[in-house]
């Protein structure tokens, strides 16, 4: 089973862009799913996660009030609402599948399954 991400692109800052992901060959039922990203020179960072039933969410300080995580089961995706982008929210941003229900673990990483990554731009 993969993970497709996609969604990512050029903005400007104080723009928006919607992350999408979803597995092929295959689904994830019963898993939490979330985003990382990567900025050049930089470690993965995590930065956001939802429950399988969506009820539940976990989100890094530096992305509160701005991003939103949410999924449709039925559609099998989830997605990531960035608003109030910001030069530093520049990164590769991956999507990521776990059985870890604890979603305070997320930011351990180290998670089951990874999709491709997708690049976010925001110019100043």
């Known amino acids: 089973v993969q993970l497709q991400a996609s969604g990512g692109g050029l903005v400007q800052a104080g723009g928006s862009l919607r992350l999408s992901c979803a597995p092929s060959?295959?689904?994830?039922?019963?898993?939490?799913l979330g985003w990382f990203r990567q900025a050049p020179g930089k470690e993965r960072e995590f930065v956001a996660a939802i429950s399988w039933s969506g009820d539940r969410t976990n989100s890094a300080d530096s992305v509160k009030g701005r991003f939103t995580i949410s999924r449709d089961n039925a559609k099998k995706t989830v997605y990531l609402q960035m608003n109030s982008l910001k030069p530093e929210d520049t990164a590769v941003y991956y999507c990521?599948?776990?059985?870890?229900?604890?979603?305070?673990?997320?930011?351990?990483?180290?998670?089951?399954?990874w999709g491709k990554g997708t690049q976010v731009t925001v110019s100043s």
């Open positions: 990521a599948a776990d059985a870890q229900s604890n979603l305070g673990l997320w930011v351990q990483g180290g998670m089951e399954y």
């Open positions: 060959g295959g689904t994830f039922v019963g898993y939490a």
